[in-house]
């Protein structure tokens, strides 16, 4: 199988991480988002571990929102 940035894929060992999307591609490996919601990067000697997924199989983590920060606390002056 070709892996190419934005195919859908499984890994034939770890169907437990679900169809994943591939962000990159280099020649020494593939970062690939899965739908267990964590990016995980495969050697290209893995390659033969992956295989082609439905695209509806992929499904991307959800976003949530970044908690507001609180502003820091100043210490209270003594008189």
Partial sequence: MTIKT???VSHTG???WGAGKVLEVTAA???IQFSDGKSRKIAASHFATLQPAEA???LPPEVT???KARPARTAKKKP
């Fill in 6 to 8: 934005g195919s859908i």
């Fill in 14 to 16: 770890a169907l437990e």
């Fill in 29 to 31: 490996m593939a970062t």
């Fill in 56 to 58: 509806a199989a992929y």
């Fill in 65 to 67: 929102p970044a908690a």
